[in-house]
């Protein structure tokens, strides 16, 4: 309406005010006036484009709030534009390349050395420890950082001095929760936590991360030289993928060229690694690359600490959003074009006492954002009212900032393109009637029923397409969540044993008291926690006389564990306590963790082994019967180890799933060995109350000092899948409001053309048509538009999908059934929405159909 101001008018009439300005403002009143009482006169397609519009811009609005909270990760840091991560694209021996959060300790140093480029560098790693503060026991995880982190993210300091607290071996970095976790509402400064029995002391409280952060919540940070700290990485390690490594760029660098560099730069200075069988050139093995700071919250890797949504499923929901408020506009369009000859003949008197074909533009313009402010005040609350329950959806907290400048802005801006958009053609159309055919009673809308029809056909397209991408995600979902994982994940509690009873001789009396409850059916203990985003261990395994290992899975288990885990044994035995050669026997030194005796170089230890059944494939064994009694070779820990498994085969288990189903099963091999970091309980059926309070007992006789973590396996995987149900919610949502739009717009079209066609109804009746033939009749012309839409929908879907879960090794295939049945849901409301309308007019009188007119 603000445009009718910029209308030039030189001369005041008779009896109106006088002045350019109030002249003007005249106007506006006049247009607003006009505006009001067709909006008055025509209530049924006011609330229907209000309404329409309402729902889409409020869809539009929950997506760009959800949009603009998942790109705006790390972006308070300052310098936020030339931080970035150094990530590790590992390359597999035998299996697909897949990048990890991580790197070796000494690349970024090294890095930075060599290349001026790089203004700054600084590292990252942790773990979960137990603490004590007086009587109290936490356990914890606790961020080991270097000296300059804090420098690098820069935190408000609550007390004290964080930076000298990091260059202090047996000091600690609270952050503003750890301090209340740990002291209360009491000063946490100066006081002090036992950690791994050292005393560590509080000398600085930092503030808590925002929420918008790609870093895991952490309550406390140590020096990488601190006390607690029982065996650091060396700083020449350079394949050890423990440590986040984040690099700042000087003012002025090319990201692009460093990038490059990086990747080039790594392949020369990376040393090789020494096995027991000799150098292995593991830099083409671990390539690093960059990756901006800002996008690491949308664009996740594995081992991610705080994964989030990944930029194609943004760029896929914002083109959702538009698309909504297509539908929308076109429904706006579709009403106000089909209405246009009832309009005419105010245009052909207006054309005639000498208003410009602008200025009808101008007002028809205006009308148009008049109506589209009432839909925006309309959406704002019903993007207020769902937000919650929106937010529940994304697992995300979502809310509406109204003192956000930017926010503000890209509503306005949307509600005035809105506007714009559904007001142009309209405008078009209707002001460019001529007197003499509009005074005639000529239609001002000729030409636009075709017109109207591929915009309907659009907008079932969008539903379609919509109804079927829920259908097919929310199937994947549902496939992932019940098929069959290889082993039995029900009723099995994960005990982490890691920092307390994980060593050497420490975890079996905890396995024995736990065998003895009637309540628990199984117990075994393994180094890996199963449902984790990595895939554990990498060791490189080969046959004697091989040229070339390759990559496995490695994981050290207790006896017990295939059978408590409930894997498919195929081929051969399980490991059997009573042969005590199944079991990898280390030498006390190794046990304690002490250095290798002088003159041992390479230490090769005889036991048996287990793979499954990829395993038994990539070491190119015929068959999992033809592995049996075979030697293979297994270089056990960091890539830089001396100590080789001599290990015989003795078992092949079928596959199983060691986290999503996003990649395929790794081949794994299995030994049993001494130090776990995880237990394994599986409880009896129906005894879940009982076998759960078993286990804490063991734990508060066995570990009275320490706090128990435990949690159900079944629940990590669900985890596995929470951006599919996401996903599949929120595609369902927004298609479901999409077929809400089109089928306001469809029913208020199918009222204006029963309204239109009342006389040839008459007719029809006269000459001995039915109520069910004239329904089928008018129903059918409603079926071409739905049956256009789906020769657009399907094929741009089903491309669309199909490129979606080519990202997932095991994937349901793509059912025809899908597509078909969202046409149809879609048919069936089209004829739900437009049968009340076309009946009430079949069924009038042929006399009074006849008058009509």
């Not at 991408?469 to 098929?483: D, E, F, G, P, R």
């Not at 009723?491 to 008291?513: E, H």
């Not at 070779?633 to 498994?645: D, E, R, W, Y």
């Not at 879609?826 to 009509?852: F, G, K, N």
């Amino acid at each position: 309406m603000a445009l009718l101001l910029l209308i030039p008018v030189q001369n005041s009439e008779p009896g109106q005010p006088d002045g350019l300005t109030t002249r003007r403002g005249w106007l506006v009143g006049q247009y607003l006036t006009v505006a009001l009482r067709v909006m008055a006169r025509h209530r049924l397609y006011t609330a229907l484009n209000v309404l329409g519009l309402g729902i889409g811009l409020a869809a539009a609005i929950l997506i760009l709030v959800f949009v603009r909270h998942e790109t705006s990760f790390d972006a308070f840091f300052p310098a936020a534009d030339r931080l970035y991560q150094i990530d590790t694209e590992v390359h597999d021996l035998g299996q697909a390349a897949r990048r990890i959060a991580q790197t070796g300790r000494a690349i970024g140093p090294a890095f930075a050395q060599d290349h001026p480029e790089v203004e700054a560098v600084t590292r990252a790693s942790g773990g979960r420890v137990v603490m004590r503060q007086g009587d109290q026991r936490f356990k914890d995880v606790v961020t080991v950082v270097d000296g300059n982190f804090l420098a690098v993210f820069p935190r408000a300091v609550l007390a004290g001095d964080a930076m000298a607290a990091l260059a202090d071996p047996a000091a600690a970095v609270l952050t503003q929760a750890g301090a209340r976790r740990y002291f209360g509402d009491g000063p946490a400064l100066g006081r002090t936590l036992v950690v791994r029995d050292h005393s560590l002391t509080v000398r600085a409280v930092v503030a808590d991360l925002p929420e918008t952060t790609h870093f895991a919540p952490s309550l406390m940070l140590v020096p990488s030289n601190s006390i607690i700290l029982s065996k650091p990485n060396p700083e020449e390690d350079w394949f050890a993928l423990d440590w986040r490594t984040y690099i700042r760029l000087a003012q002025g660098a090319d990201a692009a060229a460093v990038a490059r560099e990086l990747t080039s730069w790594y392949r020369h200075a990376a040393p090789d690694a020494q096995t027991p069988q000799g150098p292995l050139r593991l830099a083409e093995m671990y390539v690093p690359h960059l990756r901006p700071l800002r996008a690491i919250h949308t664009d996740p890797i594995e081992d991610d600490a705080q994964p989030g949504t990944d930029a194609g499923s943004l760029s896929l929901l914002s083109l959702v959003a538009v698309l909504i408020l297509g539908v929308a506009v076109i429904n706006f369009t579709n009403l106000a074009t089909a209405r246009a000859s009832l309009r005419a003949r105010e245009v052909g008197v207006r054309k005639t006492v000498g208003a410009s074909r602008g200025r009808l533009m101008l007002q028809f313009m205006g009308e148009a954002l008049l109506l589209t402010s009432l839909g925006m005040i309309l959406a704002i609350a019903l993007a207020e009212v769902t937000l919650p329950l929106y937010s529940r959806l994304t697992a995300t907290p979502l809310r509406l900032d109204y003192g956000d400048p930017a926010l503000l802005g890209l509503l306005a801006g949307m509600g005035l393109l809105t506007g714009v958009a559904s007001g142009a053609y309209p405008a078009l159309v209707l002001s460019g009637v001529t007197p003499v055919s509009a005074l005639r009673g000529a239609s001002a809308a000729s030409g636009t029923g075709r017109l109207r029809t591929l915009l309907v056909v659009f907008q079932f397209a969008v539903s379609i397409g919509l109804l079927a991408t829920a259908a097919v995600v929310h199937s994947q979902y549902l496939y992932a969540q019940h098929k069959p994982v290889g082993f039995q994940r029900d009723n099995m509690v994960m005990v982490d044993i890691d920092d307390t009873l994980g060593g050497p001789g420490k975890w079996p009396p905890f396995m024995d008291r736990l065998s003895q409850e009637p309540a628990i059916a199984d117990v075994a203990a393994s180094t890996i926690y199963l449902g984790n985003p990595d895939e554990g261990e990498d060791e490189l395994v080969r046959r004697p006389g091989a040229a070339t290992p390759i990559t496995m899975r490695g994981e050290g288990v207790s006896f017990g564990y295939i059978q408590t885990m409930g894997l498919r044994l195929i081929a051969g035995r399980t490991f059997d306590p009573d042969r005590p050669a199944d079991k990898v026997h280390r030498p006390d030194w190794m046990l304690a963790g002490e250095p290798s005796p002088q003159g041992v170089t390479s230490l090769e230890l005889p036991a048996a082994v287990v793979l499954n059944r990829s395993g038994a494939r990539r070491l190119g064994f015929a068959s999992p019967e033809a592995a049996i009694g075979q030697v293979v070779l297994k270089t056990v820990g960091s890539a830089g180890s001396a100590l080789t498994i001599r290990g015989t085969v003795i078992g092949v288990v079928e596959d199983f799933h060691f986290r999503s189903i996003h990649r395929p099963v790794s081949p794994a091999i299995f030994h049993v060995g001494d130090g776990f970091s995880v237990m394994m309980v599986r409880l009896q059926a129906g005894e879940t109350a009982a076998g759960l309070a078993a286990i804490d007992r063991a734990w508060a006789t066995l570990v009275p000092d320490q706090p128990i973590r435990r949690w159900f396996l079944s629940d990590r995987y669900q985890h596995l899948y929470d951006q599919e149900r996401r996903t599949g919610g929120i595609f369902a949502l927004f298609s479901g409001l999409a077929i809400v739009i089109a089928c306001l717009g469809l029913y208020g079209l199918a009222a204006f053309t029963a309204e239109r066609r009342t006389k040839e109804i008459g007719i029809r009746k006269v000459m001995g048509a039915t109520l069910p033939q004239i329904l089928r009749l008018l129903l059918w012309q409603s079926c071409k538009p739905v049956g256009l839409a789906c020769l657009i929908a399907w094929p741009v879907s089903w491309w669309a999908l199909r490129r979606w879960l080519d990202g997932y090794a095991y994937r349901v295939a793509l059912d025809p059934l899908w597509f078909v049945g969202a046409a149809a849901i879609s048919l069936a409301l089209a004829w739900a929405t437009v049968a009340a309308q076309l009946a009430r007019i079949a069924r009038e009188r042929p006399v009074r159909a006849l008058r009509y007119e």
